[in-house]
């Protein structure tokens, strides 16, 4: 999949922008700011980071660095200039290009459909191309096709247009990878020439942007991020197929574009230098075109956060190895980009540009990280075994290697590993229980109660396609379903968050159930990357360690001391929300 943006801006971003007011940046302050960036990148490298991250600050470079290794095997290290997917990133290009052909007069945002394409069905007549720009026409993406699949032009447009809408056209925001390949396709009409070659021609290279595209950039041999997947290489896109100029039908405008840290930087500059557009179409471009919910919109392939100071420009791109995310806000001149080829196996670094950005504009400190310390791991072996919580529950710790990993005995030792609020055990065990009912219905056939807590939301037909077609792709990984236990239920600030583990022949399955806050007993939906069953502790000392969740980035710190009978004790946490407990 090309990528989309879910998250679109945490609350650190919101209150970030609603604080900056000055009209530059202080040089001591900025330093400082930058210096603990640097540090925090260089913490989260030794934690399995790799990439490049760039900021620029009143149009100049203040901070472009690389960390860890773009390619394992051949030990090549990231660099600005490294080679990486940008997956949906590849939507703001699409946008611009469309914008700079109505500034041609060569088409209209308000065109429909049928002025580009033939046989355009009744339902679809009203789609214009500021439906598409905006994931506002009700396309959905092409069933069972991937990104590699050899599907041409015509084939694409056939399928994609046969396919019942999602939504009535600009009846609301509904993310469409297939609307932007049609604009793809519209492009290649009124040019004559190929996507990308357009675009290079007429948009990139232009602006100085020589090392962004498809298959036409001269980008040379070792240049090229691998992406890895649990240890193991998953290569990069351009390995996969490709026509002869550029990705299939199902990637092409909408994803699958490769740059570099420089170009992207200068890309963002070009921008806000007003080189690409005019004021007019800069005013569409960014303009909050479409609510996605929340506190943003969609505009022309970019997301808009609106904030009393000022207004968030943003955007990622992720094929689930690879990850890129661009973030710039015009007012301050300000641009921060990320690309890495570690998203597999460190989901949490689709985080590091919010937190980067709301350092910087609102002085929010950055997460804590573990101080890992070189303390040999046989210093931890007395800390070892099953500790019994004040308040019921147990949990138990391991060594591993020189780390602790801790999980819990039962669904109270969960919630009190997991739970960054003070504990409700009623409140916990409730929601568990709801989870035990709701899989234990729809395992066995029943999808009622999983259809009643998504708020009856969809059909029941669709939650079993669904659970179905999930099905398939664990069996075929994990051989047959035998059973499935609940957890446990964390209780965290802003979710509350339901662990299942499935059990197949030859391995299992996580899945994290999501509360909606806001309804009690409703569901948000499922994440395979929401909550992980065990937390890793890092060493700081002999006898103090802090979490750290790879899913999350969230950290917890953790403390042994003995008795005076010479019992361990361990402390988890700290204020209402910490947890004592002894080892039996």
């Known amino acids: 999949m090309s990528g989309r943006r879910f998250a679109l801006a945490g609350t650190a971003i919101v209150l970030a922008l609603a604080r900056f007011s000055a009209p530059g940046f202080a040089q001591t302050s900025l330093d400082k700011e930058l210096g603990e960036i640097r540090e925090y990148l260089s913490q989260l490298e030794t934690l399995g980071f790799a990439g490049v991250v760039a900021v620029s600050l009143e149009g100049r470079p203040v901070l472009v660095e690389g960390y860890g290794l773009a390619d394992r095997e051949h030990g090549i290290a990231w660099t600005p200039a490294t080679v990486s997917s940008i997956g949906s990133l590849t939507k703001q290009f699409t946008g611009a290009t469309l914008l700079l052909l109505q500034e041609q007069d060569q088409l209209s945002v308000e065109d429909p459909l049928g002025k580009y394409f033939d046989a355009v069905p009744d339902d679809k007549k009203s789609i214009t191309l500021h ?17 590699f699949d050899p599907i ?4 694409f447009v056939e399928r994609v247009l046969k396919q019942p809408l999602e939504s009535l056209p600009g009846e609301h925001y509904q993310y469409s990878n297939a609307g932007y390949s049609l604009l793809g396709a519209v492009i290649e009409s009124v040019t004559g020439k190929s996507y990308e070659q357009f675009l290079r021609e007429s948009v990139l290279v232009p602006s100085g942007i020589y090392e962004t595209g498809y298959i036409l950039p001269a980008w040379g041999a070792g240049r090229s991020a691998q992406g890895y997947e649990n240890a193991r290489r998953w290569g990069t896109v351009l390995e996969r197929p490709f026509a002869e100029d550029g990705p299939y039908w199902v990637l092409r405008a909408n994803g699958g574009l490769h740059s570099t840290a420089y170009d992207m930087m200068r890309w963002a500059q070009a921008l806000m230098m007003g080189r690409i557009l005019s004021p007019e179409s800069m005013a569409a471009y960014w303009a909050p075109q479409v609510s996605e919910g929340d506190n943003s919109a969609y505009g022309y392939g970019w997301s808009i956060v609106d904030a009393e100071e ?12 690879h990850f890129a995310e661009a973030a710039i806000v015009p007012a301050r001149e300000l641009a921060v980009f990320l690309l890495t080829n570690v998203r597999a196996e460190l989901p949490m670094v689709s985080q590091v540009v919010d937190q980067i950005t709301a350092r910087l504009l609102g002085n929010i400190p950055l997460p804590t990280l573990p101080q890992i310390c070189e303390t040999p791991g046989t210093e931890f072996e007395g800390w070892v075994g099953v500790y019994d919580l004040e308040g019921g529950g147990s949990l138990e710790v391991l060594l591993e290697d020189v780390t602790l990993r801790v999980s819990g005995k039962d669904r109270m030792g969960f919630s009190a590993l997991h739970s960054t609020r ?12 709801q989870i035990d009912d709701i899989v234990g219905a729809y395992v066995e056939g029943n999808y009622k109660p999983l259809w009643e807590a998504y708020g009856r939301s969809t059909s029941l037909e669709q939650l079993k396609e669904r659970w179905d077609s999930r ?12 059973s499935y236990e609940v957890l446990g239920t964390a209780l965290r600030p802003e979710r509350e968050i339901t662990l ?13 159930y999501v509360w909606d806050m806001n309804a009690e007993e409703d569901l948000l939906g499922v994440s395979i990357r929401g909550l992980g069953a065990t937390l890793v502790f890092y060493p700081e000392s002999s006898d103090s360690f802090r979490s750290w969740d790879r899913r999350t980035g969230e950290s917890r710190p953790m403390s ?7 019992r361990a004790r361990l402390l988890i946490g700290q204020g209402a929300a910490s947890v004592e407990g002894h080892r039996h």
């Open 131 to 147: 439906h598409l720009l905006t994931h506002s026409s009700g396309i959905v993406d092409l069933d069972d096709a991937g990104d």
């Open 152 to 155: 041409g032009l015509e084939e």
């Open 310 to 321: 000022g207004t968030l420009v943003t955007h990622d791109g992720s094929n689930g190895i």
């Open 422 to 433: 003070p504990l409700d055990f009623s409140r916990t065990e409730h929601l568990s229980a």
């Open 471 to 482: 099905m398939r792709d664990l069996e075929e990984e994990h051989g047959t379903y035998r």
């Open 500 to 512: 299942v583990r499935f059990h197949f022949e030859s391995g299992g399955a996580d899945r994290a």
């Open 560 to 566: 042994f001391s003995l008795g005076p009978e010479g």
